[in-house]
């Protein structure tokens, strides 16, 4: 019995391995898409269960957005033959109308080298009636780009909406595509955590929908700008099919439904940018708003050389974000230090407002009554039509100390020179001390005497070191995660400037990756969002953190699979956002 079951065996294996190998392509569900739909590029490799490397995506030059990967393997007996296959598809959101061509995509399979034939592809508006794999309509899911304001001046903000409406059971939902906005500051102020749905009617519909993004956006030039769509990925419940054969062999449902994906674009937007008008005062700061300015500082008696802080406070309505460093005004005998800087940013409705403050360290060097000067900041006023400005109080100080009679008076730091020779104005007390003493009375023999015991708890500290490095996986991980994650983002920041987009994003992701798997001791290798969300809120990273570090990770994904385009400043500016997300974990973590 175990020989025919052997004989059987080989009977149905070997067939597989001697048959040819063969590469196709071909898009589902059909070579005609809609807008914002999704379609599926799938490279069929039959003779085969497995491939030499993995298939990448084909580049679609812009016209279709990935969105991810997926293999099956299937094996067939017909007529006591066996054809095994094994099949890579590529998800897709199609983005641009038009007819378009996916290249020939190579395949190495068996030691062969195998290429597709090129696919003529179709995208149009009238095709994207209905999802044909889910039936989903396109007035049962869809997403709406509103903008409280289509007209505005350069350097006036304003606000833009991305809302889902569904009349279908949406599970869960994602964004494929947040294109750069490209003319404009933008500002992130979605509402944090889920997203809050309410029931609404349109055109007499009944529909539950919930705001999934929004956007203040400042444009830094005049024109007509267009804000390009966004896209989302929706997992939606449909009934499944009622077949019994279906319910067997088919997709997996749970209680008479299934799952399926469904892709859809928002509406684009055209703002009119209108120039500022001439006339700007010298301290006008490019904020079109309504600001007010106030100053104070911590004492208004200070001895001279003696430190006082001035706190510059401009708050109201505006991009308060590009208020530069505000001109003080002070004479030369204050010695003034580069301001901390600190702002808050918020929206009123549908308006940007905030505060940004200025803290700055004043050294006053001669003494007597002086005055700190009102700080100024000139705006333009929208609802009004011109420039304003807006003023501080003075604010009077007393600084005591001897008056410095002569030419010395006027030197900064204390110093002047007369012909060759160097004098020093000192204005406080001078600090005399009697001269010999006990020798055990002096800091330098105390820390002589001290030195050797010092070097020895230091030897033992170092040696403890060594004994944990070579012992403890977690600690000698967590050792060297910052040393690693710097090298990576050096490497990193030197690919930001070459064309190789996809290997850019795969080292920022290893970058962060590779930081919390060393901090948490984990398996770098396979770890999934999943997990590093799990691990994460194990060690008590708060959830913005978490949040923005997945982000990166998804956006890197993203990324590293699309057409390969982009300028530095995006992946300079994403690396910079990056490093912020490290900086947080790391200190969370630790």
């Known amino acids: ?277 001439a006339g700007q005062p010298d301290e006008f700061t490019g904020i079109v708003g309504s600001l007010g300015v106030t100053s104070e500082v911590d004492r208004d008696s200070v001895d001279a050389n003696e430190a006082v802080t001035l706190t510059v406070r401009v708050s109201g309505d505006g991009h308060l974000r590009s208020l530069t460093t505000p001109d003080l005004g002070l004479p030369d005998d204050f010695e003034i230090f580069p301001p901390e800087i600190s702002e808050t940013i918020g929206v009123a409705g549908d308006v940007l407002s905030g505060a940004k403050t200025f803290e700055y360290v004043l050294i006053p060097r001669a003494p007597g009554r002086r005055e700190i000067p009102p700080v100024t900041v000139a705006y333009f006023d929208g609802a009004a039509g011109e420039y304003r400005s807006a003023m501080s109080d003075a604010i009077p100080i007393t600084v005591a100390g001897t008056v410095v009679e002569g030419p010395a008076a006027l030197a900064r730091g204390g110093v002047e020179q007369f012909r060759q020779d160097i004098r020093f104005i000192r204005l406080g007390s001078l600090d005399l001390r009697p001269s010999g003493g006990s020798v055990l009375a002096g800091a330098g023999f105390w820390l002589f005497a001290l030195l050797p015991l010092m070097g020895i708890v230091g030897a033992v500290g170092l040696r403890r070191h060594w004994d944990l490095l070579e012992g403890d996986m977690a600690y000698a991980r967590g050792r060297r995660a910052g040393r690693v994650a710097r090298k990576r983002l050096a490497e990193a920041r030197r690919l930001a400037g070459e064309d190789d987009r996809r290997a850019f994003y795969a080292e920022v992701a290893d970058a962060l990756t590779g930081l919390i798997s060393d901090r948490l001791n984990l398996a770098e290798a396979g770890l999934q969002s999943v997990a590093i969300e799990r691990e994460l809120e194990r060690a008590g990273t708060p959830n913005d953190v978490r949040r923005e570090a997945l982000d990166c990770l998804a956006y890197c994904d993203r990324q590293r699979f699309a057409p390969q385009s982009g300028d530095p400043e995006e992946k300079t500016r994403f690396l910079e956002r990056v490093e912020r997300v490290m900086d947080a974990v790391d200190r969370e973590v630790r």
């Open 1 to 277: 019995m175990s020989v025919l079951f052997a004989v059987g065996y080989l009977a149905v294996a070997t067939p597989a391995a001697g048959q040819g190998v063969a590469a196709r392509a071909y898009v589902t569900p059909g070579n005609t898409v809609g807008v914002g739909g999704s379609f599926v590029v799938n490279v069929e490799v039959s003779g085969t269960q497995s491939m030499n490397r993995d298939v990448a995506p084909p580049d679609l030059g812009g016209f279709a957005r990935f969105l991810g990967t997926n293999t099956q393997s299937s094996v067939q007996m017909v007529n006591g033959r066996t054809t095994v296959s094994v099949t890579v598809q590529h998800r897709y959101q199609a983005l641009v109308e038009g007819s378009h061509t996916i290249p020939a995509i190579d395949v190495i399979a068996e030691g062969r080298e195998l290429s597709t034939d090129p696919i003529e592809l179709t995208v149009s508006v009238e095709a994207a009636e209905s999802d044909p794999a889910s039936g989903i309509g396109p007035d049962e899911l869809f997403i709406t780009a509103e903008a409280s304001r289509t007209s505005v001046l350069e350097g006036e903000p304003f606000v833009v909406e991305y809302r889902i409406w569904t009349r279908v059971d949406v599970t869960n939902f994602g964004m494929t595509d947040v294109p750069e906005s490209a003319g404009f500051w933008v500002e992130d102020i979605s509402p944090q955590g889920p997203p809050q749905v309410e029931e609404r009617v349109r055109n007499g519909e009944q529909y539950a929908t919930a705001v999934v993004r929004r956007v203040a956006l400042v444009p830094t030039g005049p024109g007509e700008r267009t804000i390009e769509p966004i896209g989302i990925e929706a997992s939606v419940r449909v009934q499944a099919d009622r077949d019994p054969f279906e319910r067997v062999f088919g997709r997996p449902s749970i209680f008479g439904t299934t799952t399926v994906p469904v892709t859809v674009l928002s509406n684009p937007l055209t703002i009119t940018v209108t120039s500022l008008p």
